[in-house]
């Protein structure tokens, strides 16, 4: 079993950034790949960005060049940097693992794009 719990959520005016954070209970060198999605009301749950195990990142193509996925494996936890926030980038943002050909979700956290 894997829990994953992300943090990180919050109010931000447009413009503004902030970083989120999905800490895993395993090892995440064992968690491959590990991605953000994001799911906007009304709207279709959609990748945000993936990273392996080995480094390879892909981003969604509205988020490219203000995103940026990292991984830190001391501490069991993936981030998702978000500059230039917009209020379409407002969502429910949830981590996800795969582990031993099962995919698991974290709980989520709200980014809300306001002024």
């Known amino acids: 079993q894997v829990q994953l719990v992300e943090s990180g959520g919050g109010l931000v005016q447009p413009g503004g950034s902030l970083r989120l954070s999905c800490a895993a209970s395993?090892?995440?060198?064992?968690?491959?790949?590990m991605g953000w999605y994001r799911q906007a009301p009304g709207k279709q749950r959609e990748l945000v960005a993936i990273?392996?195990?080995?480094?390879?990142?892909n981003y969604a193509d509205s988020v490219k060049g203000r995103f940026t996925i990292s991984r830190d494996n001391a501490k069991n936890t993936v981030y998702l940097r978000m500059n230039s926030l917009e209020p379409e980038d407002t969502a429910v943002y949830s981590c996800?693992?795969?582990?031993?050909?099962?995919?698991?979700w974290g709980q989520g956290t709200q980014v809300t794009v306001s002024s």
């Open positions: 996800k693992a795969r582990w031993n050909g099962n995919d698991y």
């Open positions: 990273i392996t195990t080995f480094g390879g990142i």
């Open positions: 395993r090892s995440i060198i064992s968690l491959n790949p």
